[in-house]
Nanobody, 117 residues
Framework: VQLQASGGGLVQAGGSLRLSCAAS????????VGWFRQAPGKEREFVAS????????YYAETAKGRFTISRDNAKNTVYLQMNSLKPEDTAVYYC???????????WGQGTQVTVSS
């Protein structure tokens, strides 16, 4: 499966963006699809995930209350709605899927999110 992340951009602090992760080639597996981010000079970190089958969601503490992950089965797409953005949210955001439980082994190319103060 190929993953295509989109929706990044430049936004002022307090603004919103919605990222999309579209799968092509195959549908997402029944396991998890996650969003991760990597800021310059920092390690990649988990942001949020959703179980494709069932819809259970999980969030990093930094995302709780501000970000919402959702899925559209018909479009084979996962979204990350990001509200109340902060400059520290600036990073390249990646979506990833799992071909087997517990391992993110399908990665998109990343989309840049820049939040200005």
């Amino acid at each position: 499966v190929q993953l295509q992340a989109s929706g990044g951009g430049l936004v002022q602090a307090g603004g919103s963006l919605r990222l999309s992760c579209a799968a092509s080639g195959r549908t997402f597996s029944r396991y998890f699809v996650g969003w991760f981010r990597q800021a310059p000079g920092k390690e990649r970190e988990f942001v949020a995930s959703i179980r494709w089958s069932g819809g259970s969601t999980y969030y990093a503490e930094t995302a709780k209350g501000r970000f919402t992950i959702s899925r559209d089965n018909a479009k084979n797409t996962v979204y990350l709605q990001m509200n109340s953005l902060k400059p520290e949210d600036t990073a390249v955001y990646y979506c990833a899927g799992q071909s087997q439980i517990g391992k993110y082994d399908q990665w998109g190319q990343g989309t840049q999110v820049t939040v200005s103060s």
